[in-house]
């Protein structure tokens, strides 16, 4: 057996204590783009039928550390959800790599998947009744991935209970679905996604179907999942305030990761980054390649300190033939003047 299928095996007999999972999220975040406790390379997923064929994914690069909460944007179509199902172990990409907390996907066997799904990252959906057994209370659905995991029963009341205190649903404790609004069914199911203490925690639109207060109260405790239980939260959205409310906003357009943009705080000041990936590419904002009339080919000329894109039917202009701009030993020389 391999030692990612023991991990996974192991694992079901017990789950970590709060305090151990407080200890997790006061470490460091890993650094380096090979250290991320997801790692993806290059990543591809095409979708075929007898007629057509669809590439969701055209060559995707993503790294994110341990301990990041990270918001991942885009259109429709734009290739996120598709991400999100590679990384939860419910799809295989058709080449590239990815990783997550060790394991490799392309190459994890059936019985290591199933591991992999049960303990090592948790899933919210955007709709609340996939989230959540009808007829079980919240407790009950909160305890049941644990039952799954081999926890004896007491353990997994007093986690469960644990975890309903810790985001603020003790209250709903012993209420059913039909008995909570939405915004809290989808806080219990952030509970449900952490019962077994995942170290990575997917979330795919989970404000989608709700009001802003209470998708508010939603993110909250998917931070708090985050700061608290030491998850590393990736959650999917278009949601323009959801996504400012992270430090990383990653956007992905056409199956790529197109920009980042990093925050100093989590509504401070913003900072935005085009990605350029391990194959040297990146996507040009479209409003530049509209301003400055950029198709087809265009030329590059390499800069002392930046590289020039020019439409290819315009002179390129060094930076080299430009007047040097004015510094404080250098002033500008004024022109001259007729009389």
């Known amino acids: 057996m391999s030692r990612p299928e023991q991990a996974g095996t192991d694992r ?10 407080e200890a997790r999220a006061r470490r460091a975040p890993a650094r380096g783009p090979e250290d991320g406790v997801i790692v993806c390379d290059n990543l591809v997923r095409v979708y075929r039928t007898e007629e057509v064929e669809v590439q969701a994914l055209q060559g995707l690069d993503l790294t994110v550390a341990e301990g990041e909460c990270v918001a991942l944007v885009g259109a429709s179509g734009s290739g996120k959800s598709t991400l999100l199902s590679i990384l939860s172990g419910l799809d295989l990409p058709t080449a590239g790599r990815a990783r997550v907390a060790g394991h490799d996907l392309l190459a994890m066997r059936r019985r290591e998947r199933l591991g992999y799904r049960r303990a090592t990252v948790g899933f919210v959906w955007q709709q609340t009744g996939r989230n959540l057994l009808p007829y079980l209370t919240a407790q009950e659905n909160v305890a049941l991935p644990m039952k799954y995991a081999r926890v004896p029963r007491r353990k997994r009341q007093e986690r ?11 209250y709903c404790r012993d209420r059913r679905p039909s008995e909570m609004s939405g915004g809290e069914q989808q806080r219990v199911a952030v509970a449900v996604a952490t019962a077994n203490a995942p170290r990575v925690l997917l979330a795919d639109e989970p404000t989608g179907e709700l009001d802003t207060a209470s998708g508010e109260d939603v993110f909250a405790a998917l931070r708090r999942a985050n700061e608290e239980l030491g998850a590393t939260v990736l959650v999917v959205t278009h949601d323009p305030q959801v996504s400012e409310q992270v430090r990383r ?8 990761t197109s920009t ?3 925050r100093g705080g989590e509504r401070e000041f913003a900072e935005e980054f085009t990605v350029l990936d391990r194959a040297g590419r990146l996507q040009l904002p479209r409003e530049y390649v509209e301003r400055y009339g950029l198709q087809g080919r265009v030329r590059l000329t390499g800069e002392s300190d930046h590289v020039g894109v020019w439409a290819a ?3 390129t202009t060094r930076t080299s033939d430009r007047p040097a701009a004015p510094t404080p030993d ?3 020389t004024p022109d001259p003047v007729e009389e």
């Open 12 to 21: 079901e007999s017990s789950v970590p204590l709060l305090a151990d999972l």
């Open 160 to 170: 469960a209970a644990e975890l309903l205190g810790t985001l603020g649903l003790a």
């Open 249 to 256: 906003t990653v956007r992905i357009r056409d199956g790529r």
């Open 260 to 262: 980042e943009t990093l």
């Open 313 to 315: 039917d315009r002179p």
């Open 330 to 332: 250098r002033p500008a």
